[in-house]
């Protein structure tokens, strides 16, 4: 079994900011692909940035203002999020796609979700 435990939204004025981490647990072989997706109320779940490789993409919304960034070590993938606005409130997943053993294939894991709102 593998679980994804996202933590480090909350509440936040304009400006502000804030690092989610997501910790990946249980049987791991490895983890290629990590991204975080956001969903804001009464709209549909969109990717916000992702890492792969040695490469990193970005919603253009958040450019220059988000950093995704791993620590291969822990199994940790992180969404340092700066100079935050309202219409970045929304509920935060972690997403990974990952494999438990040489055997087996990679499948996609997604965290709980983790409340950010931006507000004064």
């Known amino acids: 079994q593998v679980q994804l435990v996202e933590s480090g939204g909350g509440l936040v004025h304009p400006g502000g900011s804030l690092r989610l981490s997501c910790t990946a647990s249980?049987?791991?072989?490895?983890?290629?692909?990590v991204a975080w997706y956001r969903q804001a109320p009464g709209k549909q779940r969109e990717l916000v940035a992702a890492?792969?490789?040695?490469?990193?993409n970005y919603a253009d919304s958040v450019k220059g203002r988000f950093t995704i960034s791993r620590d291969h070590a822990k199994n940790t993938v992180y969404l340092q999020m700066n100079s935050l606005k309202p219409e970045d409130t929304a509920v935060y997943y972690c997403?990974?796609?990952?494999?438990?053993?040489?055997?087996?294939?990679?499948?996609?894991?997604w965290g709980q979700g983790t409340q950010v709102t931006v507000s004064s």
């Open positions: 997403n990974a796609a990952i494999r438990m053993s040489i055997a087996t294939p990679t499948y996609d894991y």
């Open positions: 249980g049987s791991i072989f490895s983890i290629n692909a």
């Open positions: 890492a792969s490789g040695g490469s990193t």
